[in-house]
Structures are given as C-alpha cells and as structure tokens.
C-alpha cells in the first residue's frame, strides 16, 4: 500500500515510545511508490537559504516541479537537508507568488496590472528624467559624474551573474548610492579580516571545520541557523574535538557544546581579551608562527602611548585620531620593518600587546561578562591549548559578534588570538564568518556596495583620485619587503581590465580607460546615510532587487517614511514585500502617498541558472529546471532590459546629459536572436578576456594594465576558462592531502584555493606544522595539496 506522512505517523505511533519501540516493525508490508518521479527531468540547484551551499535535486514533469531533495552527490551536503532546504517546493510552487507586474500609481490604494513592455518603458523614462535632473558632473575643479537622484538596494537572492550586470548598470548609470544588506549584516567582516589579513572572507570553508581540535561558536546559533554546517562540527567532535558556546542565551548549540560560557550582551571584546591575555602571560602561543608570519616582532614608534583607553594622536576636540605618526613601525633604510625576533624589545607590537591586554584578568573578565570565573579559565585552558603545531581551533561566528557598534572590534579580537595561536592558513582552523544568505559572499564580491567596485577595488573618491594615476597611487599598498605576499600590489591591473570591461572600445589609454566616467564619492553612502538622506528628500527614485529593507534595515518606521519622499520606486522580488507596499503599511494613508511604485515579479532560484558563492567561496553553479510562472523574470533579464531601454532613449535624444557612459558601454550578454541575456556570457565577462581575441584568460596573473584584458571582475578570475565553466564542475576526487577539500567541485576564489592564506600552514621550509593534516607541503620541486597562496618555493615569493 502507498501511504501519506500523515498515515505514516499515526502507524508509527510518533510519541517517545513509538519512535524507538514500535515504529519501525509497523512498517513491514508498506512499500514506495516506484512511479514517483517516473519520466521526470532532474536538474542540480544550489539551496537558496544559509550560506552553506547545500546540493538539490529537482526534479519536473510537464513543466511542474513535482520533487525537491538533496543531492547525494554533492560533497557539503550529501544528500542531506535542514528544514528550510526541505520547504524549498513551498517556496517555488505558492499560490502567493507574483505572476505578474504591479503598478501603483501615485495616491492609489491598490494595485493594477500591467505589461511588462509598458513598466520598462516607464521605468527607463523615470530614470533618464531623474538622472538628468540630478546628475552632478563637476564638484569644483573635480569630475564626479555621479547621479543623486537615484539610489539602489541589492540584496543575497540574486546569482552571481545578476549581481554583476546590476553593479555593472549602477556604476555606468552614475549611482553612488549603491548598497547592500550586507552592510547591516557582515560588513564588521570585511573591515576587520580585510585589515588582518587582506580578504574579508570565511577563510577556510565548511567541510574543513570537522578538522578541528576545537570550535568556540561565538555570536552564532550555528546548530539552529545552519545546521548542515553543524554535522562538520559533529565530526570534529567525533574525532576527540571539543565546542565551546559562548552566547548570552543558552541555545540549541550550547546545548551540545563541552562548555557553555555566558556572557552580557556586547561584552564579546573582554571575553576574547581575556584569553589574549591567558595566552601572553602564560606564553601560550606558538611563537615560530607568530615570529614569522605575523607583525609581533615589529617595532613601533617610540612615541606610541595608550592611557586612559585612548591611543596616542587622539583629536579631543574632534573626536577622532586626526595624528596617526606614533602608531608607524620603525623602518630601515630600505623602508622595512625594523623587527626583533627575540620579541622583548619594549616597542615590539608583542611587547605592546603583552601590555595593552594585561588589564584583562580573569577577575574583570568575570565582572565586565558575568561569565564565572572557573569557566572561563577552563575555556583559555583549553583554547590556548592550541598553540601547539599539531592542535588547530577554529572560531565559528555570525550576527551575534557583527551586529553591534563594535562589531569590527569584535572580529578583530578573534583575528588577533588565532594568529597568536598559529591557527590561520591550517586545517580546522581559521576565522569562519557564517553568511546569513546563499549568496551573500558573491553580492558583496560583485560589489552592490558604494564604497567598492567588483572585486573589492575602492570606489574613486572626488578629490583623493582625481585621475587614474592618482586612483593607483593611493589604493594600491606597496611594500618593501621582498618576502611579502601582496596580491593588491596589481591593483592596476585589475582596475584598467575592469574599466575595459564596462567601456569596451571607448576605454583606451589616451582617455585614462574611461576612468572619468565613474562616479566618485564625496562623502559616505552606506545603508543608514541613504536611508537618513532619502528621508530628508534628496532622492527622487530608487531601485530595489532582492532585499527588504523595511524589514532587514535598522529603523523600519523611518525607513517606510523615507520611502513616501520618492517620486518613484522599482521593486524586484518573488512575493509583495513590506518595501513595495510601504504605503500599504498599519497607520499609513495612501492617499497622501506619492511615490509610484513599479513591483515585478521576479524568478526563484530554480527558475534561473548562473552560479552563487557560499560562505566558504565556492561558486557553485545552478540549473533552470522549469520555466517560473506566469509573466516571471529573472533578474538578469530585468537589468538587462531596463539598460537597453535607459540606452534607447539616450539613442534618440542628441542633447542628452552626459550620455557617453550608456551608449558607449560594453554591454554584450544576449545572443543573436535571443530575447534572454545568456549566464555564461556574464560569467566569462566576469572571468575576463583578452580584448582582441575575446580568448578567455586562464587566471588573475593574465590581467594587464594596458588595456589588452577585460575583466569584470579579477577575484573570479580562473572561474570560465577555455577549459569551460569551472564553477559547474561535479568532480568528487580529493587533493592528495585528502582533507575533503574536492577541488574538481565547483570552483573557488582566489584561483580556487579552498585554504586562504595556506602558506602560513607550513615553516619557513615548507614543512607543515600539522604533519598529519598538510594544507601543502613543499615536496623540494613543487608545492603538493591546495593551491599555494603566493607563487614560488619556501624562500621565494613572486
């Protein structure tokens, strides 16, 4: 007989007894029903929920979604799947789904339907009129092209193909107010690994984290909120790891942990410090690691002071740190570090540190978190217990640790006791930041941000980089040292080959690649300042694709009456969200309201193929299985289409403002008598061509500064090469390490190291501190295991 899930429980008798006496006898004589899915199409997707980038099965007859499950293939997941991947068929196949485009005019009270050739062509004259009207070309004796008028919100649903063409169209359009939910979410992460370490990333990724000796989960509910994620940290446990929660509440994840650490809410700093301390007095680190690859043996500046919780050059009547010379390392004659490896010079950065966190004591500690005192020591017992070579931790973080105003500091702390531990680069170890969102790590990498271009490259700032020379000359780090790994020092490179990639043939050496014509930046324009400033009515439209910022920003009143300030507002999702019916809101009168107010109904994530990066960089790709329903789009149609007819307009009026940037633009992704752009051609533009040939380039070491390469974007780089889209790899052989790294699955940022900053795994020889789980190793010709970070044997850097 077939039954349901219904009959099912009622056989099995659900109650605790049932379950584990007599459920599973009650199962003789029932049998499957083998005609399920007889006939139907299966294709692979990425889960559109956590970061954690589990594989799905999907399987459709007659154009209809019948099935979704895990896929048993995949290397994260497999087969297996949390709540939210297993609800997936609810999402896709709802009856509350848009099917068709919104309209509400200005003072309506309700919707009506329209076309989607009547929206665009209303949309695009919105945008040229509001351009037009508010595009500031010159500040001064300085270009800076940039359009006030109009703002735009991107959010973690789209592909990483979307993403590109939006932040693309953004930049070409002159939109300096360009944000992101991440910048509520996790932007503490980007400012504060950036600085550590040079990327903002999860520097590890998620099967590694079953390497650890031990897993402090700080700021996460990682059990709860990720849960695939968790049978890693399972395994690790398994093998002899130890999990310490550290949380204000006692969660589903303290509920497993080996030690609970509470602590007030915000008091994440002192708890961290204070196992700084433990290490630095009771000399818990691994010294050769830190004398090597991090800054403790430099030496400051003799005048550097910190009293009173301030660092020396504080401005008191300013508010701010306006002399930074003290905080300088001492240089040599050629400009390098001065450094004592001994590491008791009394202005060597350790010394410092020794100093700075000596007030974290295990007594204020306990004061400042309410965490007791026994427990806490037994956590710095065991979390520096790590020190040695052949034990690793790794910190697991989400929300929790970035959602403060000292969120950067937050992450700063972890950053600084892994290095002290030697845990960075290592297998089981690393700073791991659990993304909220299946593709919030590329949104970010493609740049829906105003401070960052695709890539992470700066945004040009009005007087600072006035030209291309001057763009280079101070975004581009240089360093002295022979022996340092900089992959920001080819800035230039990555920066020209992106402007080839936006302006095509009108970007060439004579005009500076174009560089003119991107819009720079005359003060800060993240999420609050655009919210702050389009409530105060500087803006006159806004673009939104993906995200819902009345829900997910901080001031959700305000944020609804900033709304009512627009003229206008395009919105792209799958459903009616609070931002598009804002003037539907309790307490809100339509009738006052102005804003006219464009929603399209957008594709989900099984409706649209392109790739999607998870938190632990892999950009995995994913397939269309069924057309969406009804007048659906995908997003990357909806750019594409609104750029086209933005570009129409500015074909037929010859006296248009500054129109260069749209008619000249490269803007190439739909075949020849095709309607739909075509993924593949975004992500071979995002990997990058030679211009003249249009050969895509085998990785970021191909690009140039002269104009020759077209990259949009040099992190993906390697990502579509001639060998094809590596990003749709399936391949399930390990490295040699066998580490579960599966580097033939999909692909990953940079040039498809799984282990950022490896090269810190080994000594100075090339010999792994942890012999028996090598990241790589230096075989005496070749480095063997995970891409090398950095070119060239132990003692050359290139």
Not at 127 to 147: A, C, H, P, Q, S
Not at 219 to 235: D, L, R
Not at 476 to 501: G, R
Request: hydrophobic residues 35%; contains cysteine; glycine residues 8%.
């Amino acid at each position: 007989m077939w039954i349901n899930r219904r009959e099912f429980l009622k056989l099995s008798g659900i109650t605790t007894a049932g379950a584990f006496l007599g459920g599973i006898p009650l199962l003789n004589g029932c049998k499957s029903n083998p005609d399920k899915l007889k006939g139907a199409k299966e294709s692979t997707t990425i889960c559109p929920f956590c970061s954690v980038g589990c594989g799905l099965i999907v399987s459709s007859r007659d154009k209809k979604i019948i099935n979704i499950e895990g896929d048993p293939d995949h290397p994260i997941n497999r087969g297996a799947l949390c709540s939210k991947g297993n609800a997936l068929y609810q999402l896709t196949v709802n009856k509350k789904r848009l099917k068709k485009v919104q309209y509400r005019t200005p003072y309506s009270n309700k919707w009506k339907d329209i076309s989607w050739e009547e929206a665009l062509k209303m949309i695009a004259m919105r945008i040229k009129k509001t351009r037009d009207d508010t595009l500031v070309e010159k500040e001064g004796i300085y270009t800076v092209n940039r359009t006030n008028g109009i703002v735009g919100l991107g959010g973690a649903a789209l592909n990483n193909e979307e993403c590109y063409v939006w932040s693309k169209m953004a930049r070409i359009l002159g939109i300096s107010y360009l944000e992101h939910e991440a910048r509520n979410h996790h932007s503490a992460s980007i400012a504060s690994l950036s600085n550590t370490f040079g990327h903002g990333a999860m520097t590890n990724h998620w099967i590694d984290i079953q390497h650890a000796d031990v897993i402090m989960i700080i700021g996460s509910n990682a059990a709860e909120n990720h849960p695939i994620s968790f049978k890693y940290v399972t395994k690790a446990m398994e093998n002899g790891g130890k999990l310490i929660s550290v949380d204000p509440r006692f969660t589903r994840t303290s509920s497993l942990s080996h030690i609970f650490a509470p602590l007030r809410p915000g008091t994440d700093i002192t708890f961290i410090n204070g196992i700084i301390n433990y290490a630095l007095k009771n000399d818990m680190i691994q010294k050769e690691y830190v004398v090597e690859y991090t800054n403790a043996s430099f030496l400051v500046n003799p005048d550097f002071e910190f009293n009173d919780g301030l660092f020396s050059g504080y401005n008191t009547k300013k508010k701010e740190y306006t002399d930074k010379s003290s905080w300088k390392h001492q240089l040599n004659a050629k400009g390098i570090p001065i450094r004592d490896k001994t590491l008791k010079n009394s202005n060597c950065v350790y010394q410092l540190m020794k100093k700075h966190f000596s007030r974290y004591t295990p007594e204020e500690v306990s004061a400042v978190t309410g965490c007791p005192i026994n427990i806490f020591i037994k956590i710095a017992e065991l979390y520096t217990s790590t020190h040695k070579p052949d034990r690793v931790a790794t910190i697991m973080y989400s929300m929790g640790a970035t959602q403060h105003s000292v969120g950067t500091q937050n992450i700063r702390s972890y950053a600084i006791l892994q290095l002290l531990m030697g845990n960075i680069g290592l297998a089981g170890g690393g700073i791991n930041a659990l993304r909220g969102e299946s593709n919030m790590q590329g949104s970010t990498d493609h740049s829906i941000l105003w401070d960052t271009l695709p890539g992470y490259l700066d945004i040009p700032k009005t007087k600072k980089d006035h030209n291309l020379k001057a763009y280079n000359k101070n975004n581009t780090p240089k360093s002295n040292d022979p022996m340092s790994i900089n992959s920001w020092k080819f800035k230039p490179k990555y920066i020209v080959s992106l402007l080839k990639a936006f302006y095509g043939d009108a970007a060439s050496e004579e005009n500076d690649f174009c560089y003119d014509w991107l819009p720079k930046a005359s003060k800060l324009y993240p999420h609050i300042v655009l919210f702050e400033d389009m409530y105060a009515g500087m803006h006159k439209g806004a673009i939104i694709m993906g995200t819902n910022p009345v829900v997910g920003g901080p001031h959700s009143n305000k944020e609804t009456k900033a709304l009512e300030k627009l003229d206008w507002l395009v919105a792209a999702d799958n459903w009616e969200t609070e931002t598009a019916a804002f003037w539907k809101r309790p307490g809100a009168n339509p009738k006052t309201i102005k804003t006219e107010v464009f929603l399209l109904p957008a594709a989900s994530s099984i409706e649209k193929e392109g790739s999607i990066s998870n938190s632990g960089r892999w950009a995995q790709w994913r397939y269309k299985a069924v057309e969406p329903p009804g007048e659906v789009k995908d997003e990357l149609w909806i750019i594409d289409r609104i750029f086209k007819e933005v570009r129409k307009l500015y074909k037929k009026d010859k006296n248009a403002k500054f129109s260069d940037p749209i008619l000249k633009a490269y803007w190439n992704f739909t075949k020849e008598g095709e309607d739909h752009p075509d993924p593949h051609l975004v992500a071979k533009e995002i990997n990058g061509f030679e211009w003249g040939t249009k050969t895509l380039i085998k990785n970021l070491t191909k690009l140039k500064d002269d104009g020759s390469t077209a990259c949009g974007n040099w992190l993906y780089s390697g990502s579509y090469t001639e060998e094809g889209n590596l990003m749709a790899r399936r391949g399930m052989e390990d490295a040699p390490n066998e580490l579960g790294m599966y580097p033939q699955w999909s692909w990953c940022w940079p040039a498809n190291r799984r282990i950022i900053y490896n090269r810190a795994s080994v000594d100075r020889d090339g010999n792994p501190w942890n012999k028996d789980k090598p990241v790589v190793k230096w075989t005496g010709n070749n480095w063997e295991g995970d891409i090398i970070d950095g070119d060239g044997a132990p003692d050359i850097r290139n």
